[in-house]
């Protein structure tokens, strides 16, 4: 019991350390910081799909066909997408993480195709995918890395494709550290040259030491045609 509480403890410690520099508008936290978060298990890692997203399945507004979660974690959200008769692609910048995306998808007999890389740069062609799913990576970016992000978003999605970012927003507190908080104004500033915004609504984002989530916004962009 006291390992476990400990072990928590130390996750939110290295929350606090990996994200605490996200909150600077100008530094990019660390690749090894994001690894030393696998090695146990982060408190963004909860188990089981963010209810914002299995809403969304649920609701129908994902197109048909490909999905891509990017910075995809231990995906979950993939796996439940592929669940779900999408054509999954999970991909997140930590070789831990995706070392146990892969051995759920082996164990739960899900094909998903889990691979590492940089959210900044991708290796897919261009509009390949049908929807794109961001959980919680939008709000560890610094300023300069934003519109490079939301360009390779685009640059990878089909024409009319979708697009839907869970985030913490300006209304959740950051008395605990963690991510940066995200105004609605930032997200269309961000997206809007390149997406026509759907909508950015009052969400919660599942984590392992909100009782019931913490305050986030949920947006859903199209891709505008060239």
């Not at 978060?37 to 066909?65: C, H, I, M, S």
Request: net charge neutral; aromatic share 10%.
């Amino acid at each position: 019991m006291q390992s476990s509480l400990t072990n928590a403890l130390y996750s939110i410690l290295r929350l606090h350390n990996v994200l605490e520099s996200g909150i600077d508008e100008q530094v990019r936290p660390s690749l090894s910081s994001w690894e030393d978060a696998y090695k146990t298990t982060p408190p963004w890692d909860v188990g089981r799909p963010q209810p914002a997203f299995v809403e969304l399945v649920q609701a129908g507004e994902l197109n048909t066909g490909s999905v891509l979660d990017i910075g995809c974690g231990t995906g979950e959200n993939a796996l439940y997408l592929a669940g779900n008769g999408f054509s999954a692609t999970g991909v997140d910048l930590t070789s831990l993480a995706i070392a146990a995306a892969r051995a759920k998808a082996a164990e739960r007999k899900l094909k998903v195709d889990f691979r590492t890389g940089n959210a900044l740069s991708l290796g897919f062609k261009d509009g390949i995918f049908n929807n794109v799913i961001d959980s919680g990576l939008f709000h560890t970016f610094p300023d300069n890395d934003r519109l490079i992000y939301a360009r390779e978003m685009a640059r990878v999605l089909a024409p009319r494709g979708k697009y839907f970012m869970l985030c913490f927003s300006e209304k959740e507190p950051t008395n605990w550290g963690g991510p940066r908080r995200v105004t609605k104004e930032e997200i269309e500033s961000t997206f809007s040259p390149l997406f026509t915004i759907n909508y950015i609504r009052d969400a919660l984002f599942a984590t392992r030491f909100h009782s019931n989530g913490g305050k986030a916004y949920l947006t859903s962009a199209t891709r505008i045609s060239a």
